[in-house]
C-alpha cells in the first residue's frame, strides 16, 4: 500500500467513527423526542429539518477540528511522507466523511418524516421534488459540498499561517498576544479574500443578471468557480506554510 493509501486509511476510519458517533447520536436523541411525544403528546409541530442541519453542522465543525489536529500531531507530522501527501489525505479523508455524514442524514431525516410525518417537512419535500431540473438539484449538493471545502482549505491556511506568525514574536506564552495577533491575521486575511472575489465576482457579470432559472444556474456555477480557485489558492498556501512548520505540539 502507498504512503498515501496507509496514512488514509488511518484518518478515514478515525474520521467515521466521529461521523458514525453523530449520526448515531442523532438517532437517539430523534427516538428519545418521539417517545416523550408518545408519553407527553405536544400541540406544536416539530420539523426534522433543524436537527438534520444541525447534525451536519456539528460533523463538519468536528472534522474541521480533527483536520487541524494532524498537522501539529507528532504520530502524522513524524511520517516519512511529504507535506502534499498528508494534506492530500487528510482533505480527501475528510470529504468522504463528509459525504458519509451527509448521506447517513438524507437517510435519517426520510426515515423520520417517513414514521412520523408532519405538514412542515412534507412542504419541503414537495418543493423539493417540484423542481424539475434534477441536474440543479445536483449542483447545489456540488456547490454545499464545495463551499465546506473551500471553509476547510481557508481554516487550513489560517491555522498554518497563524502559527507561523507567531513563531517571529518573542511573546510566544502570552495567550492575550495570541488572540490579538489571530485577530489581526484572520482581519488581513479576509481583506484580500474579499477584494479578489468580489472583483471576480463583478468580472463575470453577476451584479446584471436578472432572476430567471438560467441566471441562478450562471450565479452557481460562477460560485462553484469562485470555491475551487479559492481552494486551490489555500492549498498552496498551506503545503508552503506545512514545509515552514517543524514543531508540533503533542
Known sequence: MSSLGRVSKGLLKNKF????????????????????????????????????FSAVLIGVIVIAVMNERI???????????????????????SIVGLIYLI?????????????????????????????????FKSEVLVAFILGIITVWAAITALHLLIDWVNDFLPFKNQS??????????IWLFMIPVNFITGNVLRIMGINDLDSSFAAVSRVMYSGMAMMVIWIVIFTIISL?????????VN
Open 17 to 52: 467513527k466521529i461521523v458514525s458517533l453523530i449520526l448515531g447520536i442523532h438517532i437517539l436523541i430523534l427516538i428519545a423526542v418521539q417517545l416523550w411525544k408518545a408519553i407527553q403528546p405536544q400541540p406544536n409541530i416539530t420539523s426534522f429539518t433543524g436537527s438534520a
Open 71 to 93: 498537522y501539529i500531531n507528532d504520530k502524522y507530522r513524524l511520517i516519512p511522507i511529504s507535506d502534499g501527501t498528508l494534506y492530500s489525505s487528510n482533505m480527501l479523508t
Open 103 to 135: 448521506v447517513g442524514e438524507i437517510l435519517i431525516y426520510l426515515a423520520s418524516i417517513t414514521v412520523a410525518p408532519n405538514k412542515y417537512d412534507g412542504f419541503m419535500v414537495r418543493s423539493f421534488n417540484s423542481v424539475q431540473q434534477y441536474l
Open 176 to 185: 492575550f498576544v495570541k488572540i490579538i495577533v489571530t485577530v489581526i491575521v
Open 240 to 248: 508552503y506554510l506545512l514545509n515552514k512548520k517543524s514543531e508540533t
